[in-house]
């Protein structure tokens, strides 16, 4: 798949992918709307002290890298296992505006399938997997925290299934939440139908009106 490096409005970079006329973050700022989305949405909304969160879709590894940032910052013990059926090559990443950052190159020096400490704070583990061959029993742990980072439905609706997010809901820990830039009602009640108390959240500046988090409740 080819993929051509793009400016956002915030300054940083992301991909395009002319086989899915689809961006791998938003145009109006990928940077921002990663804090936004899965930081501070996701990972600081949740009251554990070791959370332990699972993105679908790895892509540039900016999420996880704003992740570790804000583990630092808040003393939380992240464990991180970060999905990606089409890991990046060396050659884009090192052409991310971020890429400079001694943090961001530790992340994609981390070996595939190994869990690799990078810092006190933060343990990753990288898996080259298809999210949509992934089912109940033969995933790895529990999770607090999920990135949900797709392409959009409309670009690959197989990863938006129900039976996708009846898995998510069936690994997540009581009192984890899944945020998604994706706010579509369709979404949203699929969301619900799985089990999840879906709130509607104001977008990142710039971005996406409304946002969505999932919370999975005690039953
Ligand atoms: C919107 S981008 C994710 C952006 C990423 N979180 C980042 O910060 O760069 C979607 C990602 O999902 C990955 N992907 C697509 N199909 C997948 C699948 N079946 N299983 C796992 N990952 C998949 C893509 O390769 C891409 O990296």
């Keep these: 798949m080819q993929r051509i490096i793009e400016y956002t409005d915030d300054g940083s970079s992301t991909l395009f992918v002319p086989e899915l006329n689809e961006h791998y973050h938003s145009v ?10 899965f930081i501070d949405m996701g990972l600081k909304y949740v009251q554990t002290a070791c959370p332990r969160v699972l993105e679908i879709g790895f892509g540039t590894g900016l999420n996880a890298f704003l992740s570790l940032t804000a583990a630092s910052e808040t ?4 464990h991180y296992t970060g999905l990606e059926i089409y890991p990046l090559e060396w050659d ?3 052409k991310l505006t971020y890429s400079g950052d001694p943090t961001f190159r530790q992340i994609h020096a981390a070996a595939w399938e190994v869990e690799t400490e990078i810092g006190p704070c933060f343990t ?14 033969n995933g790895n742990g529990r999770y607090d925290v999920v990135y ?6 409309g670009k690959q ?4 299934e129900r039976q996708r997010f009846d898995y998510l809901y069936a690994v997540m820990n009581d009192g984890g939440a899944l945020t998604t830039y994706c706010a579509k009602g369709v979404i949203r009640r699929i969301l619900q139908e799985a089990g999840f108390v879906v709130e509607r959240l104001p ?3 710039g971005g996406k009106r409304e946002i969505l988090r999932a919370v999975k409740y005690p039953i």
């Design 92 to 94: 884009i990443l090192t």
């Design 75 to 78: 003393g939380k013990k992240v």
């Design 124 to 137: 990753l583990l990288k898996k080259k997997a298809d999210f949509t061959e992934i089912h109940k029993g």
């Design 203 to 205: 977008g990142p500046p």
């Design 157 to 160: 609706p197989e990863m938006w």
């Design 148 to 153: 949900f980072d797709a392409f959009a439905p």
């Design 28 to 37: 109006k700022g990928a940077r921002a709307e990663s804090q936004h989305v």
